[in-house]
């Protein structure tokens, strides 16, 4: 199976920073790769897939890049509502897996 | 609007098996694949299978492979998961989700999720 590695696993940042996380795949997924956000809860929610596509209705605050084994999900201005956990999902091999999640709490 | 409705929370004994419903709404429902995720308590996502409610095909992680098992009653638009052979490590949230679509293997809608504690 497919690992997906996320760092960091958990940090603290404040409204209005930009944040990044990162994904690595454990090998070539060309584009195939999903971010969703989890709060405490709750169901997981869909952020962005094909690596860089927005899912409706999600906002553009988010945006994903990368391709191959490296991906990145950026939050360009972090909003109160954004405080929860972070998993990605690659769907190039079956079967699906998913990063470890990263927690993104408030300084 | 779509929704996919989970059943309550459960509680068996190891060796027992479960059975999670999950029903959906707001689309048609044998168009979009279902999948399978559970999440153990302060633990991450883990993907179990998959099913095509309208052929009724599925596929499982081989780490679930001969307990899981996935059907659907296409009249009431109901999936259904079943595990058997239940030990403590399968206490989990369980999670029915809907397929973007197109051979796009993400989750857009997801049920609000049914805990299952596996306890004696």
């Known amino acids: 199976a497919i690992r997906m590695t996320q760092s960091p696993s958990s940090f603290s940042a404040s409204t209005g920073d930009r944040v990044t996380i990162t994904c690595r795949a454990s090998?070539?997924?060309?584009?195939?790769l999903a971010w969703y956000q989890q709060k405490p809860g709750k169901a997981p929610k869909l952020l962005i897939y094909?690596?860089?596509t927005l899912q409706s209705g999600v906002p553009s605050r988010f945006s994903g890049s990368g391709s191959g084994t490296d991906f990145t999900l950026t939050i360009s201005c972090l909003q109160s509502e954004d405080f929860a956990t972070y998993y990605c999902q690659q769907y190039y091999g079956y079967p699906w897996t998913f990063g470890q999640g990263t927690k993104v709490e408030i300084k | 609007q779509v929704q996919l409705v989970q059943s309550g929370a459960e509680v068996r004994k190891p060796g027992a098996s479960v059975k999670v419903s999950c029903k959906a709404s707001g689309y048609t429902f044998t168009n979009y694949d279902i999948n399978w995720v559970r999440q153990a308590t302060g633990q991450g996502l883990e993907w179990m299978g998959w099913m095509n409610p309208n052929s009724g095909n599925t596929g499982y992680a081989q780490k679930f492979q001969g307990r899981l098992t996935i059907t659907r009653n296409t009249s009431i638009t109901t999936a259904y998961m079943e595990l058997s052979s239940l030990r403590s490590e399968d206490t989990a949230v369980y999670y029915c989700?809907?397929?973007?679509?197109?051979?796009?293997?993400?989750?857009?809608?997801w049920g609000q999720g049914s805990l299952v504690t596996v306890s004696s």
């Open positions: 094909a690596a860089s």
């Open positions: 989700a809907r397929v973007l679509g197109g051979q796009v293997w993400v989750f857009d809608y």
């Open positions: 090998q070539d997924i060309n584009s195939y």
